[in-house]
């Protein structure tokens, strides 16, 4: 157990739907970040938060979005989904400044 | 363009040979983190280099950072089949900047 925790561990749904990710950060951990793992694109980071405030920005569609609340956990919100959204999808927290990253056990999401 | 190239994209070889795998970029990194990811979990982190020319030995598992800070390696010696998993190595691209890239990946397979 890395103590990062990710819901759901599976998800199946059709395109047009949306979906929420949720992400409980290490105990202590300020930054939560988000990546996309596909199988032709590799690890691609799409958003960083610290401490509930947007910090980096990567390849995030404008159809996703994301937020961390005052308790420092994190959603990814995916709406209109598409087929080639069907992706792992991790969340890793640090602590302030550092670039080590602890990673959840990431949400697999199938779209239909 | 990746800024983080891996080769070997796939490595398949018997339990108890030797193996490097390679982490190239024209882009100099801060520093270079190397993870290993096996199914169904995500990335671990195994090391930091952070020194150009720098060694760091893990057991049967040697990093090199190399001199210009643009290249990294992982030598495994006396490869086991608990060594299988995809070995991505990732750093941050700017001096300062939080967000890491990661590299294409290496899928190392080690049969019995």
């Known amino acids: 157990d890395s103590g990062v925790t990710q819901t759901p561990k599976h998800l199946i749904t059709a395109t047009g739907q949306r979906v929420t990710l949720r992400c409980s950060p290490r105990?202590?951990?300020?930054?939560v970040y988000w990546y996309q793992q596909s199988l032709d694109q590799g690890l691609q980071f799409l958003i960083q938060?610290?401490?509930?405030?947007?910090?980096a920005k990567g390849n995030i569609l404008e159809r996703f979005s994301a937020q961390q609340f005052p308790d420092l956990h994190s959603e990814l919100n995916l709406s209109s989904l598409e087929l080639g959204d069907s992706a792992l999808y991790f969340c890793?927290?640090?602590?302030?400044?550092?670039?080590?990253?602890?990673f959840g056990a990431g949400s697999r999401l199938t779209v239909l | 363009t990746q800024l983080l190239e891996q080769s070997p994209q796939f490595l398949s070889i018997q339990e108890g040979e030797n193996l490097t795998v390679y982490c190239n970029s024209s882009?100099?990194?801060?520093?270079l983190q190397w993870y290993r990811q096996e199914p169904g979990e995500g990335p671990v982190l195994l090391v930091t280099?952070?020194?150009?020319?720098e060694v760091k030995k893990l057991k049967r598992l040697t990093f090199q950072f190399g001199d210009a800070r643009k290249d990294s390696s992982l030598h495994i010696t006396a490869a086991q089949p608990g060594d299988t998993g995809l070995y991505l190595c990732?750093?941050?691209?700017?001096?300062?900047?939080?967000?890491?890239?990661f590299g294409t990946g290496t899928r190392l397979t080690i049969i019995p």
């Open positions: 890793a927290s640090s602590d302030s400044g550092a670039n080590v990253l602890t």
């Open positions: 105990s202590g951990d300020l930054s």
């Open positions: 938060y610290y401490n509930g405030e947007e910090r």
């Open positions: 882009s100099v990194f801060s520093s």
């Open positions: 280099v952070v020194t150009g020319g």
């Open positions: 990732a750093g941050p691209p700017n001096f300062g900047n939080e967000k890491l890239t």
